[in-house]
């Protein structure tokens, strides 16, 4: 996993003062690679059951459906307010300031499917959580959540406790 840690740069001060940034172009433009994170968050998965892979806009969809390609089950996109032509379903969730909101079409699960849900990041999981609550609303079944990277010190797995978390890399700070 330190070779996959390798291709991500680090961006200090962004997007504002005292964030660092993790950056995956850099790893998503390495062939071997971004071969090699597909592979570690699929593997994770093989043999499972898993009927979607539901990936949460924007980088999750870099992810998701490879993911899904992999383990031979559909992708279903997971997008902002007002982005997709058919009947939504919609989750809300807060956020240090407001709130926000996601959708998914209506029919993209249904009832008693096992859903993988796939993400870049996992930092406060606020996002995840509301994802797992929007599959869960449909009937569906959360088959697990999975990370590229997981941000440990915003502990926010916490708020995924009723589910099983994968990360492929870990960051303490």
Same mark, same amino acid.
Do not use: C, W
């Given at each position: ?32 690679? $971004?071969?090699?994170?597909? &592979?570690? #968050?699929?593997? %994770? ?8 892979? !539901?990936? /949460? ?37 807060? $956020?240090?300031?407001?709130? &926000?909101? #996601?959708?998914? %079409? ?8 096992? !859903?993988? /849900? ?47 978390? %994968? ?7």
């Amino acid at each position: 996993m330190e070779q996959l840690k390798r291709l991500i740069r680090e961006v200090p001060d962004f997007p504002k003062p005292g964030i660092l940034f993790y950056d995956i172009t850099t790893l998503l433009k390495d062939p071997v690679g $971004l071969r090699q994170a597909v &592979d570690v #968050l699929a593997d %994770h998965y093989a043999g499972r059951k898993v009927d979607r892979v !539901v990936g /949460i806009e924007a980088r999750g969809f870099i992810f998701a459906p490879m993911v899904a390609y992999r383990l031979n089950a559909g992708f279903v996109p997971v997008r902002k307010p007002k982005k997709l032509p058919a009947a939504t379903a919609r989750a809300t969730y807060n $956020l240090e300031y407001g709130q &926000d909101a #996601l959708e998914m %079409h209506r029919d993209a699960i249904t009832p008693g499917q096992e !859903v993988l /849900i796939i993400d870049d990041l996992l930092a406060t999981g606020g996002t995840a959580a509301a994802v797992a609550q929007l599959v869960e609303s449909l009937g569906g079944r959360v088959a697990g959540i999975g990370f590229l990277i997981e941000l440990e010190f915003l502990k926010g797995r916490e708020k995924l406790t009723r589910y099983e978390v %994968h990360s492929v890399l870990k960051y303490q700070k």
